[in-house]
């Protein structure tokens, strides 16, 4: 019997479900494979027990722990798939501004006093503490990045095909900018997060030009000690590192908060 | 074996006619401050003299990452089956520097010794070196003199030196004269003593200095063992591996299988490690030999100085590139570690 595979998306903007989507030459050879039996962006339907279950998307709502407690209860293997499952990604930046900051920022002043007043307006516009998946339930692997790694993808579904243990080296975003020779951010005179990131990426901001932002969630030795003293030695303003944390890495137990 | 003067320019149409052949690498600006080994194409500009250590040392090519090792496939009996890699390509690695030269030929020893690397010894025997000599020290981070490398030509086919009157072209084996064939270079029949008295005028000292003799260094290592000195320098390290990986002289890597989705065919592959990296000594239990920062940054500098230079006696297999100390995000230099330790165990000459 093919493994039942299903996706279940929470907050989130479905992105890593598209980047699946666009595995194309390897998609139909997956679906010889498996058996998809919920899948928002494709499909709909309801199965009972799931052999791989794909969580996306962070945790927000009462309701979406009781869904999640769910869906743990049915899985055998349950997956976060790409960063607000791993680490809150930028939803989890609400857990440090207060709502009614928020949702002015957006929105603007005249709807946020209005939301504030009229409970038909929008009632879901505060909500508890925005959490990972593994905040809530057990979470047996985590496939890392904004969006997700398609290689990633497929390396941890044939693994778990096949029966073999998947691996995810818990390296520096540094090692791939190694192996594909990029001149480091440092050396432009530029602040990266590359050193205390999650690899896994192939460095892939780097390699266009652009900085590491660790949207793939810090490293479990992530020595940001040392990379707060750094970026104050290069003479970067606080207030715009503290921004950069805030962007991916707000539920980082040692980013959070950034002092003076 | 022959001597030869040439101008710039006529050692550029030359390699530019092997790079026709044959991959050909030469240093090429990176971004603002670096250089990487690549390819030579046919408009791109030769810089001589003005090119600093490239991000990764020219080895890597022998030994580059994400190399097959073999492939299987399931054959009309349903068996799967062996299927070698595909041979590399012929290439010239071109404008290698002593420091990278030494490390090349460092790097033959340690493949070479049981169990002998097949993957290497193939890509290495395909494999042509245009070294280029110093006349003066890269930057403020070079060192190859302290520790012994500056001289290296060995492992070389060919030898340039720039001269002031132009460019020394020395053949240094026989397969160093089979590509200077294509070359219309004039005879030198004094290209040794040209080279000698443009060696003279290097600078004294070159580049920095070490505190003791690299021949002291592994006793005084021993002795400092317990050195805070590696936990120090730890404090300030990301455990991110690159000063590893861009050494002339790391070859260490982790092998991975994977499989088509069918389950039909496979490939392994071997792609780079680093010790610096806190997984790469963690077993089964778990248990990690080396968890600390501190003692990764011990094992890496008792690798170069001691651990490799007894087994092999080859002198140290740190090379002076100063590499590990340009690429590192935190400033953590080789030498000035093993200078501290040194002042700290009382070595200092
Ligand atoms: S650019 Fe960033 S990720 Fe790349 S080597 Fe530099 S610090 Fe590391
Ligand atoms: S390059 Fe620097 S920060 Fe990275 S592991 Fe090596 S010493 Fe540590």
């Given at each position: 019997m093919k493994p039942k595979v299903a996706f279940f998306d929470f907050a989130s903007c479905e992105g890593c479900q598209l980047a699946l989507l666009n595995c194309e030459d390897d998609l139909l050879a997956i679906l010889a494979q498996v058996e998809?039996?919920?899948?928002r962006e494709a499909i709909s339907e309801q199965a009972g027990r799931y052999d791989i279950a794909f969580i996306e998307g962070s945790i927000h709502r009462e309701q979406d722990i009781e869904r999640l407690y769910d869906i743990r209860s049915r899985s055998k293997v349950l997956v976060a798939l790409g960063a607000c499952a791993c680490?809150?990604?930028?939803?989890?930046?609400s857990n440090f501004v207060a709502p009614a900051e928020n949702y002015k920022a957006v929105y603007g002043e005249e709807d946020r006093n209005r939301v504030q007043v009229d409970g038909?307006?929008?009632?879901?516009?505060t909500h508890t503490r925005v959490r990972a998946v593994h905040e809530v339930v057990k979470v047996d692997y985590q496939l890392r990045g904004?969006?997700?790694q398609p290689t990633e993808f497929l390396h941890l579904l044939k693994s778990l095909l096949t029966g073999r243990e998947p691996s995810f080296p818990a390296n520096a975003v540094c090692v791939e900018c190694k192996k594909n020779e990029n001149e480091c951010v440092y050396d432009r005179g530029l602040a990266c997060f590359g050193p205390i990131a999650f690899g896994g990426c192939d460095a892939i901001c780097i390699n266009s030009g652009h900085l590491c932002d660790g949207c793939r969630g810090?490293?479990?030795?992530?020595n940001v000690k040392a990379h707060r003293q750094l970026l104050k030695e290069m003479g970067i303003d606080i207030t715009s590192v503290q921004n950069r944390y805030r962007l991916?890495?707000?539920?980082?137990p040692d980013a959070g908060e950034v002092r003076r | 074996m022959g001597s030869y003067l040439a101008t710039e320019e006529q050692v550029s149409t030359w390699l530019h006619l092997l790079a026709k052949e044959r991959d050909l690498f030469w240093p090429r600006s990176v971004g603002q401050f670096n250089y990487s080994f690549l390819p030579l194409g046919e408009r791109d500009e030769i810089?001589?003299?003005?090119?600093?250590?490239?991000?990764?040392?020219?080895?890597r090519r022998l030994l580059?990452?994400?190399?097959?090792l073999f492939t299987s496939q399931q054959g009309d009996d349903r068996l799967s089956h062996y299927l070698p890699p595909q041979p590399s390509a012929p290439m010239v690695l071109a404008g290698v520097r002593p420091c990278d030269l030494k490390g090349i030929t460092q790097l033959d020893t340690v493949m070479a010794a049981?169990?002998?690397?097949p993957y290497y010894h193939q890509r290495r025997v395909n494999t042509v070196i245009i070294a280029m000599n110093c006349?003066?020290?890269?930057?403020?981070?070079?060192?190859c003199s302290a520790v012994g490398a500056l001289g290296a030509q060995d492992g070389a086919d060919v030898f340039l030196t720039l001269l002031a009157e132009g460019v020394l072209v020395e053949s240094l084996s026989a397969r160093g004269d089979e590509i200077l064939v294509k070359a219309s270079f004039s005879l030198c029949e004094d290209g040794k003593e040209r080279r000698l008295v443009a060696e003279g005028t290097?600078?004294?000292?070159?580049?920095r200095e070490l505190?003791?003799?690299?021949?002291a260094l592994p006793e005084m290592l021993r002795k400092g063992y317990e050195s805070p000195v590696y936990h120090r320098y730890g404090e300030r390290c990301?455990?991110?591996g690159t000063c590893n990986l861009v050494c002339p002289t790391c070859y260490c890597f982790e092998v991975r299988d994977e499989m088509s989705l069918d389950g039909f065919s496979g490939r392994r592959s071997r792609t780079w490690d680093s010790?610096?990296?806190?997984?790469?000594a963690e077993v089964a239990g778990?248990?990690?030999?080396?968890?600390e920062v501190g003692e990764r940054q011990r094992h890496r500098l008792k690798r170069k100085f001691e651990y490799l230079p007894e087994r092999f006696?080859?002198?140290?297999?740190?090379?002076?590139?100063?590499r590990c100390g340009r690429q590192c995000t935190a400033n953590i230099d080789i030498l000035n570690m093993v200078n501290d330790i040194a002042v700290e165990v009382g070595g200092g000459s």
């Open positions: 998809l039996v919920e899948f680490n809150g990604n930028v939803q989890a930046r038909e307006y929008w009632p879901l516009w904004c969006p997700m810090l490293l479990p030795y992530a991916h890495l707000s539920n980082e | 810089c001589f003299d003005r090119y600093l250590p490239t991000i990764v040392p020219p080895g580059p990452d994400d190399e097959t049981a169990p002998a690397d006349l003066a020290p890269c930057d403020s981070r070079c060192f290097r600078p004294l000292p070159f580049g505190a003791v003799v690299p021949e990301y455990s991110c010790c610096m990296i806190p997984a790469f778990p248990h990690n030999f080396r968890a006696g080859l002198g140290s297999f740190c090379v002076g590139c100063g």
